[in-house]
């Protein structure tokens, strides 16, 4: 289900409340890959609710350059929402996601590969909250860039 941020926020008091465990990672998610959507299923795994904040167009291009994202906010967030293992998807303009992980809280908050706990933006509000932090491993050779690296040869 895609929701807005404070939607989102009113439905992980609810979670909560069940005694529900929520896990929250985010990205720009911008092709859809077979590396995603391990992660993804990875970070499912660790709670009871996967909940993906996606960047919005702007804070993709702020991020990545001019010439992404490749899709809409929209149409990612689309293809997320119907994920089997994402429960919820919500969009977010700045450029991290640390205002977004303190307006839910989640449990879990998970990170890929290319990142270690040190430098896991909103790792010290989760663990400050009692929450736990985890690395899951990327799929080898698995990435946007380098799908649109190999359109660009082909083109």
Same mark, same amino acid.
Do not use: W
């Given at each position: 289900?895609?929701?807005?941020r404070t939607?989102?926020?009113?439905v992980?008091?609810q979670?909560?409340?069940q005694?529900?465990?929520?896990?929250f990672?985010?990205?720009?998610? *911008?092709? /859809?890959? %077979? +590396?995603?959507? #391990?992660?993804l299923?990875?970070a =499912?795994?660790? @709670? *009871?609710? /996967?909940? %993906? +904040?996606?960047n #919005?167009d702007?804070?993709?291009r =702020?991020?990545? @350059?001019?010439?992404?994202? %490749?899709?809409t906010e929209?149409?990612?967030?689309?293809?997320?929402d119907?994920?089997?293992?994402?429960d919820?998807?919500?969009?977010?303009?700045?450029?991290?996601?640390?205002e977004?992980?303190?307006?839910l809280l989640?449990?879990?908050?998970?990170?890929g590969?290319?990142?270690t706990?040190?430098t896991?933006?909103?790792?010290?509000?989760?663990?400050?909250?009692g929450?736990?932090v985890?690395?899951?491993?990327l799929?080898?050779g698995?990435?946007?860039?380098?799908?649109i690296?190999?359109?660009?040869?082909?083109?």
């Amino acid at each position: 289900m895609i929701l807005s941020r404070t939607e989102l926020a009113d439905v992980c008091n609810q979670l909560r409340t069940q005694g529900k465990n929520i896990v929250f990672t985010n990205g720009c998610f *911008d092709i /859809l890959h %077979v +590396g995603h959507v #391990t992660y993804l299923q990875q970070a =499912r795994m660790r @709670g *009871d609710v /996967l909940i %993906v +904040g996606v960047n #919005t167009d702007a804070s993709v291009r =702020r991020l990545k @350059g001019e010439s992404r994202p %490749v899709n809409t906010e929209q149409d990612r967030a689309i293809v997320l929402d119907a994920l089997r293992s994402v429960d919820y998807v919500t969009l977010f303009d700045e450029d991290t996601p640390l205002e977004l992980i303190t307006a839910l809280l989640p449990n879990v908050l998970v990170k890929g590969g290319d990142y270690t706990p040190s430098t896991i933006v909103g790792a010290d509000v989760v663990t400050q909250h009692g929450g736990t932090v985890e690395v899951i491993p990327l799929v080898e050779g698995k990435s946007t860039t380098n799908i649109i690296k190999t359109i660009e040869r082909l083109g």
